[in-house]
């Protein structure tokens, strides 16, 4: 049974970091598509950064590119989201999210791409 659990959210000003995890049990980081979504009240989920291959390939959204970096480290088992010069709207719940195979430029971004999902933690940016 997959299980994926967040951790790491929490509130900044503008301009600060966080670091968000993912830890995944019964599941291979490395092998399969694994990405962070976000949503905001009233606003539909967006895809924010994916990655496969142990983070060879990664794929971000147009608003968090150069400020967002995604990684994972296989032994743990473990995605992350180092997240830098957060900004207000940034704020949302952030949600880990797990497919089967490997991403592509076409549908990383695609929620339906991912059938294992996290529990949420959130994140809220203040200015």
């Known amino acids: 049974q997959v299980r994926l659990v967040e951790s790491g959210g929490g509130s900044v000003q503008a301009g600060g970091s966080l670091r968000l995890s993912c830890v995944a049990s019964?599941?291979?980081?490395?092998?399969?598509?694994m990405a962070w979504f976000r949503q905001a009240p009233g606003k539909e989920r967006e895809g924010v950064a994916a990655t496969h291959s142990g983070d060879r390939y990664t794929y971000y959204s147009i608003s968090v590119s150069g400020r967002f970096t995604i990684f994972q480290d296989n032994d743990k088992s473990t995605m992350y989201l180092q997240m830098t010069g957060l900004k207000p709207e940034d704020t949302a719940m952030y949600y880990c999210a797990a497919a089967r195979g490997l991403c592509n430029l076409g549908s990383w971004s695609n929620a339906q791409s991912y059938p294992y999902w996290g529990q949420g933690t959130q994140v809220t940016v203040s200015s």
């Open positions: 019964g599941y291979s980081v490395s092998d399969n598509c």
